[in-house]
């Protein structure tokens, strides 16, 4: 995600160079500032004994849901039509 984000910064710093586009010049800062808060240490809080059930259940849905998104998103033919079947009716 963080190389993502800094190819993304790259592309807005690009595009910001144009005098025609405002949009670079208001979010580069925003996303400047993000990338600073996201190189900061982060404190790891030890995960007590009764949240480590929930919390799994929690990140397995969250990562089931995910790949059920990143499927839909990269399967072949049209995404409108992704729910009637498999991806390959669709075609």
Known sequence: IFSLLRSYIALVEQVSGFQCCKFGEEVKPALDKFVL???EPVKMVPVEYWMEAPLCQYTMDRLFSFSIFTAR????GDPTHHTEGSAQKCM
């Open 37 to 39: 808060l996201l190189q």
């Open 73 to 76: 998103v990269f399967a072949v």
